[in-house]
């Protein structure tokens, strides 16, 4: 069981602070978009393949997919359960 904190960015999907109610441990969930047209097909198979890639890879750049949450009404809400990172200074400037 996950309890998200705060709202963190908004790109392709909403990505929130979170921390897991049983270890304390603080995520990051990052809500997969699915359209109402999309919702009727299952998961969009752009959401199945960042979730499969990004599983895939393990590196010390890219932050690590620990688990893929579903919401409790069937398929309605998707999350990935993501290794939580601060960002450290500014971001860097547009050139």
């Given at each position: 069981m996950l309890q998200a904190?705060?709202?963190?960015?908004e790109s392709y999907g909403v990505v929130?602070?979170?921390?897991?109610?049983?270890?304390?441990?603080?995520?990051?969930?990052k809500q997969v978009?699915?359209?109402?047209?999309?919702?009727?097909?299952?998961?969009?198979?752009?959401?199945?393949?960042?979730?499969s890639i990004?599983?895939?890879?393990?590196?010390?750049n890219i932050i690590n997919v620990i688990d893929v949450a579903v919401g409790e009404q069937a398929m309605d809400e998707v999350y990935m359960v993501m290794e939580y990172a601060e960002q450290v200074g500014s971001p860097m400037p547009r050139v």
């Open positions: 904190t705060e709202t963190l960015a929130y602070r979170a921390r897991a109610l049983e270890t304390s441990r603080v995520v990051a969930l978009r699915i359209s109402a047209e999309e919702r009727q097909n299952g998961v969009p198979i752009t959401a199945l393949r960042e979730i990004l599983r895939s890879l393990k590196h010390n």
